[in-house]
């Protein structure tokens, strides 16, 4: 009766041990678990957004013509990054003074786009769309299709166009 | 039931229900983005067999093209290949070659996975020169076992 009464509070604070172990041993996995969810969580909005701005840069891209306002291209340059913006800058002002001398009027629309790949802040993603072209001489507008890679980093939580190329 | 035991209980119960609650979660996540990487080979890898054929072994070649589909599209398919594609390849001498510039994933989850392709198609009529084509494609993949296979195909 005594020892019975003496080893009592000793398995009591065995057993509290053992479930404190057990319970901190679960919240481990299951941070280690949540953080891991968290990361695919990450990557997949992150590759949504990459996507999401490669479709957009390319569809004020196609879209440029004669007509097209300063605020449409400052907007695609603003998409764009530091070296890549300076490349378009300088195509952007010689292609509208072209378009808009042979009134050339073109729209385009993206139809389907794909991520390639995903990677520490750098994304590849293709894109498909279709646009119309129309100039002075045609009488009726040109159907053209676009198959295009699209190449882009992230900066401060966007996601940049640093290259741009026809897939031939 | 004392109150601690009843206490240390909770405890316990509560953490191994967080724990599988975040492994489940974490382990529907990865196994996504695994999906969506394995279809995207497999697309890489299938849809050229589906769309080439050599006329000199055109019957082999058809055969191999639609093992690389499944479900109703495959009946479709092999439709459309007994009666349009064989015939008029016959005729013709048409051997034709499909190959990959780019894919990419558009959608997917773990049993269905969707690719966009950039195709370019080499197609060579008997005499005649031969001419190159390039497409855009949505192909949709669905798991068949440990493989992905071709569930349909539509041209952008």
Redesign the interface.
Same mark, same amino acid.
């Given at each position: 009766m005594r020892t019975q009464v003496a080893a009592r509070p000793t398995r009591v604070s065995w057993r509290a041990g053992a479930v404190a172990l057990v319970a901190v041993a679960l919240l481990a996995v299951s941070g280690e678990r949540a953080l891991a969810w968290q990361d695919e969580r990450d990557r997949a909005a992150g590759g949504k957004a990459a996507v999401a701005a490669a479709a957009a840069e390319v569809e004020g891209l196609i879209g440029i013509n004669g007509s097209t306002s300063e605020k449409d291209v400052a907007k695609l340059l603003d998409g764009a990054t530091a070296g890549f913006r300076s490349e378009l800058e300088a195509q952007a002002d010689r292609l509208r003074t072209t378009l808009s001398k042979h009134q050339v009027v073109a729209t385009g629309k993206v139809v389907s786009t794909g991520l390639v790949e995903f990677e520490d802040g750098r994304a590849t993603v293709i894109v498909a769309a279709v646009g119309t072209v129309k100039n002075k001489q045609a009488s009726e507008a040109e159907p053209r299709n676009y198959r295009l890679r699209v190449d882009l980093q992230e900066s401060d939580d966007r996601w940049l166009v640093s290259g741009l190329e026809f897939v031939a | 039931m004392t109150r601690?035991r009843m206490l240390?209980l909770g405890?316990?119960l509560g $953490?191994?229900v &967080? *724990?599988v @609650? !975040? $492994?489940v979660?974490?382990h529907l *996540? !990865?196994s996504? !983005?695994e999906a969506r990487a394995e279809a995207l080979d497999a697309a890489k890898t299938r849809v050229p067999i589906l769309l080439s054929y050599d006329n000199e072994t055109l019957g082999e070649d058809l055969d191999r093209a639609l093992d690389q589909a499944t479900g109703s599209f495959a009946d479709d398919y092999e439709q459309i290949l007994t009666e349009v594609v064989e015939p008029t390849a016959k005729r013709r001498g048409i051997s034709t070659e499909a190959s990959v510039? !780019? *894919? $990419?994933?558009?959608s997917g989850d773990r049993e269905q996975v969707v690719? &966009? &392709? @950039?195709l370019?198609q080499t197609t060579t009529a008997k005499g005649d020169r031969s001419s190159v084509s $390039?497409s855009?494609v949505?192909v949709t993949l669905r798991r068949a076992g440990d493989d992905w296979k071709i569930a349909g195909l539509q041209p &952008?």
């Amino acid at each position: 009766m005594r020892t019975q009464v003496a080893a009592r509070p000793t398995r009591v604070s065995w057993r509290a041990g053992a479930v404190a172990l057990v319970a901190v041993a679960l919240l481990a996995v299951s941070g280690e678990r949540a953080l891991a969810w968290q990361d695919e969580r990450d990557r997949a909005a992150g590759g949504k957004a990459a996507v999401a701005a490669a479709a957009a840069e390319v569809e004020g891209l196609i879209g440029i013509n004669g007509s097209t306002s300063e605020k449409d291209v400052a907007k695609l340059l603003d998409g764009a990054t530091a070296g890549f913006r300076s490349e378009l800058e300088a195509q952007a002002d010689r292609l509208r003074t072209t378009l808009s001398k042979h009134q050339v009027v073109a729209t385009g629309k993206v139809v389907s786009t794909g991520l390639v790949e995903f990677e520490d802040g750098r994304a590849t993603v293709i894109v498909a769309a279709v646009g119309t072209v129309k100039n002075k001489q045609a009488s009726e507008a040109e159907p053209r299709n676009y198959r295009l890679r699209v190449d882009l980093q992230e900066s401060d939580d966007r996601w940049l166009v640093s290259g741009l190329e026809f897939v031939a | 039931m004392t109150r601690s035991r009843m206490l240390a209980l909770g405890v316990l119960l509560g $953490g191994v229900v &967080l *724990a599988v @609650f !975040a $492994g489940v979660q974490a382990h529907l *996540a !990865a196994s996504t !983005a695994e999906a969506r990487a394995e279809a995207l080979d497999a697309a890489k890898t299938r849809v050229p067999i589906l769309l080439s054929y050599d006329n000199e072994t055109l019957g082999e070649d058809l055969d191999r093209a639609l093992d690389q589909a499944t479900g109703s599209f495959a009946d479709d398919y092999e439709q459309i290949l007994t009666e349009v594609v064989e015939p008029t390849a016959k005729r013709r001498g048409i051997s034709t070659e499909a190959s990959v510039s !780019a *894919a $990419g994933v558009v959608s997917g989850d773990r049993e269905q996975v969707v690719i &966009l &392709l @950039f195709l370019t198609q080499t197609t060579t009529a008997k005499g005649d020169r031969s001419s190159v084509s $390039g497409s855009r494609v949505e192909v949709t993949l669905r798991r068949a076992g440990d493989d992905w296979k071709i569930a349909g195909l539509q041209p &952008l």
